[in-house]
């Protein structure tokens, strides 16, 4: 079978891990393709084309109207299947006729870019109830997976050491894209409230917020944008924090529970769905009062690492499920 992604995008940042993962996993038994924008081949630490594995043909299309240029090359290639992930890439695959089209639903649902595809992925449940029945009856719930990364070995005392800490100063952390809805405003001024603890507080992550945070940032705080290998700042955190207002699924509290980090959350649709491998009660979103009183808590319980039963987020059964959706005759 010749499954063919498509991601026009330029960064890296959770879908694209999604997409880079699945494909690197789908080779082994399939013949697997890849579209995407020439800038997201460019020699960056947060390129998207060197993540693939070498024996994916990787297709490279311009970045002005790379949704017609994306629908011309699919029509030659006529893989036996399109996946596509973000709204460009289905807008692109739902115009291309005899393929089987398929996306993630690496957000929502939204009729312009999913109702004339031929079948969905939902990462959460709630995904599904937010769907038109009929789209609904050819659509599956699949979770997403968590790949075990190793830290480098010299992490936690090489990036603390960077950081300007002690070995003995809790690290509170947070990992994600600097968007609005990811709520790194409310972590800040909750750790702002902080008094009398020895804390310190990294941001790691780009987006379009990052400069506002920057300036708004209270004192003991580190912003060290994109991470190439974010599994190292994970070892060197004590905690990790997702404020987020929006989480479709959190991907990166997997990671944070692979690392074996305490963990607070805000209760998005995503941290619900994940609410009960958490171990700590859900936070009100946007409540910083509330994050605050439980980065204290968490502060003086000296937290250790923890064990996270993980075997339903195992990334060879979510693969196989996604390639039987392939070819179900209900997609």
């Known amino acids: 079978m010749h499954i063919c992604h498509v991601i026009l995008t330029h960064r890296f940042a959770g879908s694209e891990r999604y997409a880079v993962d699945l494909a690197n996993a789908s080779v082994e038994r399939h013949q697997v393709s890849v579209v995407l924008r020439k800038s997201a081949a460019q020699n960056r630490p947060d390129a998207i084309a060197h993540r693939f594995d070498a024996r994916i043909k990787i297709h490279l299309i311009p ?3 790379s949704g017609f240029f994306a629908r011309r090359l699919l029509r030659q290639l006529r893989p036996d299947v399109i996946h596509a992930h973000l709204s460009a890439a289905c807008k692109s695959a739902a115009k291309v006729s005899l393929v089987k089209r398929v996306a993630t639903l690496h957000i929502e649902y939204k009729p312009q870019q999913h109702a004339r595809l031929d079948g969905l992925i939902a990462i959460a449940p709630w995904q599904l109830a937010k769907m038109p029945e009929a789209m609904r009856a050819r659509s599956v719930q699949i979770n997403n997976w968590v790949v075990p990364r ?5 992490a936690r005392s090489r ?7 002690a070995p003995e100063t809790v690290l509170i952390g947070s990992l994600s894209r600097l968007e609005p809805s990811k709520g790194v405003d409310v972590l800040l001024a909750a750790f702002a409230k902080l008094t009398d603890v020895n804390a310190h507080l990294v941001v790691v992550g780009q987006g379009s917020a990052a400069k506002a945070l920057r300036a708004a940032a209270p004192a003991g705080v580190s912003f060290v944008g994109f991470a190439a290998k974010p599994q190292d700042y994970l070892a060197a955190m004590d905690v990790f924090v997702s404020a987020s207002r929006s989480e479709p699924f959190g991907l990166v509290i997997l990671e944070a529970m692979s690392a074996g980090l305490p963990i607070l959350a805000s209760a998005s649709a995503g941290a619900q ?3 009960r491998f958490i171990q700590r009660p859900l936070l009100p979103i ?3 009062h509330a994050l605050q009183h439980a980065l204290l808590e968490i502060i003086k319980e000296a937290p250790a690492r923890l064990s996270y039963e993980l075997s339903q987020f195992d990334q060879d059964t979510s693969v196989r499920a996604i390639e039987a959706f392939y070819q179900s005759p209900h997609a």
């Open 63 to 65: 970045d002005w109207f």
């Open 150 to 154: 190793a830290a480098s070995s010299d």
């Open 159 to 165: 990036l603390r050491a960077q950081l300007g800490i």
């Open 273 to 275: 769905h994940l609410a």
């Open 286 to 288: 946007g409540d910083a």
